[in-house]
């Protein structure tokens, strides 16, 4: 049977980085960053205070005191917003508050405190007594400190977060080049299948993949589009399939109808309407994960059992949309410890597990029912367990790969 590396290699062959596309600021967050961001600016975009205070020369006030204050006069008051009017010369000094530029001649801020105004009054005092000395340069943030102009600020594949946005605005872009986001169809398929506000009558079941896969697949940087149930027949299956191509699906996701039953007609739908590459992966749960092709878009038949879903959405799926996204494939791991003992079939397995800390190390533990219908032992699972093709016992204290569901602690 095709192993997973195989099966991923293949299908990856097959997908290419989307375009992309000019998003506004706001709607930049989460966005793949499509090409390098030099600075157009230098940040801050001038010399300004970083307290509440006066500008000063240094040199004027090296050796006043609490007990021999050197007594200057206040020219002008400088706002945050402002742009100084006067330079200030020896003996002089100017109001200036945070943010607010540095005037021409000043060198150095001398913060409120250190003088003898007890706080800011809205009248600019006629004069002040500095009662502690200040360094060239103290409380001044220099011009171009933060970011020089021309400096490599963001680089392309990154995706963007809160702090980028900001930086971003502060160097005046309005509209960021981000990769367009991939369009997935999601169809669902089964005869048992309901909604979960409609009624379920004898033998019927609840669409769970309906609600699991367009989540998986916003959270991995795509765009769903739903398509709803497609009966087990081959025209219901052919509309949602010709549906999803006149949309222009990017990737289409259907999920059941593709294991061996007698009404599983997704493969012989694919065929006629494309190619079928593959149907069967040594992944456990996922073995009937079925790879094709319709007019070159790339169609993955996730199988119906919901966490069997899942874990294909995870290792093909989740590739495939991030390859369209510009960024690695490769998801991170993390090595666990087991806690308990577990077995495998030799099918390279992903075992829903609970990842709890003892002594330093993650320990893994089974969730328990590890049944690909059994959705409760994902919602409890922290992680995937990844538990290579060929091994079938694994001891307390070994050591394995774990996919965490969440990066944090
Ligand atoms: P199939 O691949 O069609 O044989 O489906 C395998 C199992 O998954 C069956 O027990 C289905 O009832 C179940 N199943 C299929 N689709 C869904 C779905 N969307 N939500 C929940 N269970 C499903
Ligand atoms: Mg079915």
């Known amino acids: 049977m095709l192993a997973v590396e195989e099966a991923l290699r293949r299908i990856l062959a097959t997908v290419q980085p989307l375009h992309s596309e000019n998003v506004a600021l706001p709607d930049a967050l989460r966005r793949v960053l499509a090409s390098d961001v030099h600075a157009a600016y230098d940040l801050p975009p001038f010399d300004n205070s970083s307290m509440d205070g006066f500008a000063v020369i240094a040199a004027d006030i090296m050796m006043s005191s609490a007990s021999n204050p050197v007594t200057l006069r206040v020219i002008e008051d400088i706002p945050a917003g402002k742009a100084p009017q006067l330079n200030v010369a020896s003996g002089q000094a100017a109001r200036i508050m945070t943010g607010a530029p540095m005037p021409i001649g000043a060198d150095a801020v001398v913060p409120v ?14 004069q002040i007594k500095v009662l502690q000395g200040v360094k060239k340069g103290d409380y001044v943030r220099p011009v171009g400190e933060d970011v020089r102009r021309g400096e490599l600020v963001l680089e392309k594949g990154r995706l963007l977060r809160p702090a980028d946005l900001g930086v971003l605005a502060g160097l005046g872009v309005a509209q960021v080049e981000v990769m367009a986001r991939p369009q997935v169809a999601v169809i669902s398929n089964g005869d048992e299948l309901v ?25 991995a940087g795509g765009e769903p589009l739903l398509l709803g149930i497609a009966h087990d027949t081959a025209e219901s299956v052919r509309a949602k399939l010709t549906e999803a191509i006149t949309q222009g699906a990017n990737l289409i996701l259907s999920s059941a109808g593709v294991s061996v039953g007698a009404f599983d007609v997704v493969k012989t739908v694919l065929d006629e309407m494309g190619s079928v590459e593959f ?21 993955l038949g996730l199988p119906g059992n919901p966490v069997s879903a899942m874990v294909t959405f995870d290792v093909f799926a989740r590739a495939v949309i991030r390859k369209m996204l510009g960024l690695p494939v490769e998801m991170p791991t993390q090595t666990a410890k087991m806690g308990e003992a577990m077995t495998s079939d030799g099918r390279m397995t992903f075992a829903r597990v609970r990842l709890v800390r003892e002594n330093g190390d993650l320990v893994a533990y089974s969730t328990g029912n590890q049944s690909s219908g059994a959705i409760s032992s994902m919602v409890k699972a922290d992680g995937l367990l990844i538990i290579p093709e060929g091994v079938r016992d694994i001891q307390p204290g070994q050591r394995l790969s774990v996919r965490r569901f969440r990066a944090e602690d």
């Open 279 to 299: 149907w069967k992966v040594n992944l456990r749960p996922g073995k009937p994960l079925t790879f094709g092709q319709i007019q070159g878009v790339c169609f």
């Open 195 to 219: 909604l979960p506000h409609e009624p379920l009558t004898p033998g019927k079941i609840r669409d769970m993949n309906s609600y699991i896969i367009p989540a998986l697949i916003t959270e």
């Open 113 to 126: 405190e250190q003088t003898d105004q007890d706080r800011l009054s809205p009248e600019m005092p006629a």
